[in-house]
């Protein structure tokens, strides 16, 4: 299995709203990521978690909060969002988290009402 | 400052008319340069990696060359299939023994029947 799973698809919330969500890569992959991505840009790296430890937070607002409950299992929890955070959230895991490439799930394409 | 600059924007051919992207960088402390593809609405796909001025990597229609400041990704005869962004990414080491990954904004090729 090479697969990045993230559910849902698609994702419509309130300014108020509480939402997760989802990551799962079942390739024993240490290294997992969020990234956001807006209509023709580069992904945006979020934070990464390494053998599940958050190692790095790039300066994202506290409105997202990530999560890593096992080695295969990624969430991104969501609270009182803006609609400039409308995007394409991305998964994407690697082997350790050093010099290799990564494996993107085919992203949450949210949008904040 | 870092900089990856990727061209043309956007490149439409005709099915079968070979030609190049380009992407060029100002990047200190090289780990790799990594080419992906990202269809509309999903993630990014792995194409290749290149570590060193010189390496080539090829892979069905697509060849990727590296040279101490840019990067090539030639398509040869390319098919309507092959329509999609591509995206170059460098990765340099940073402080604390971080890797980050520094993207361009990508080529949008689109090839006609």
């Known amino acids: 299995d090479t697969e990045v799973t993230q559910t849902p698809k698609h994702l419509v919330m309130g300014m108020t709203n509480k939402k997760s969500l989802k990551c799962e890569q079942h390739m024993g992959h240490r290294a997992m990521y969020w990234y956001k991505q807006k209509a023709k840009k580069p992904p945006e790296l979020m934070f990464v978690?390494?053998?599940?430890?958050?190692?790095i937070n790039e300066s994202v607002p506290s409105r997202f909060s990530p999560e890593c409950p096992n080695s295969s299992l990624l969430n991104l929890h969501l609270h009182a969002l803006q609609p400039e955070d409308s995007a394409l959230y991305l998964c994407a895991s690697s082997p350790t988290g050093s010099n290799e490439k990564l494996f993107f799930g085919s992203g949450t394409q949210l949008s904040v009402l | 400052e870092d900089q990856v600059t990727q061209s043309p924007e956007a490149l439409r051919l005709q099915e079968g008319e070979s030609s190049s992207l380009n992407c060029s960088y100002t990047?200190?402390?090289?780990?790799?340069l990594f080419w992906y593809r990202q269809d509309p609405g999903k993630g990014p796909e792995f194409l290749f990696t290149l570590y060193s001025a010189g390496e080539e990597k090829e892979k069905e229609r697509l060849k990727a060359t590296l040279t101490k400041k840019e990067s090539f990704l030639h398509i040869t005869a390319p098919k309507p299939e092959d329509s999609a962004t591509y995206l170059c990414a460098v990765q340099r080491l940073n402080a604390g023994n971080n890797r980050k990954l520094i993207w361009g904004l990508g080529t949008s090729l689109a090839v006609n029947p």
């Open positions: 990047v200190s402390g090289l780990r790799g």
């Open positions: 978690y390494s053998y599940e430890k958050l190692s």
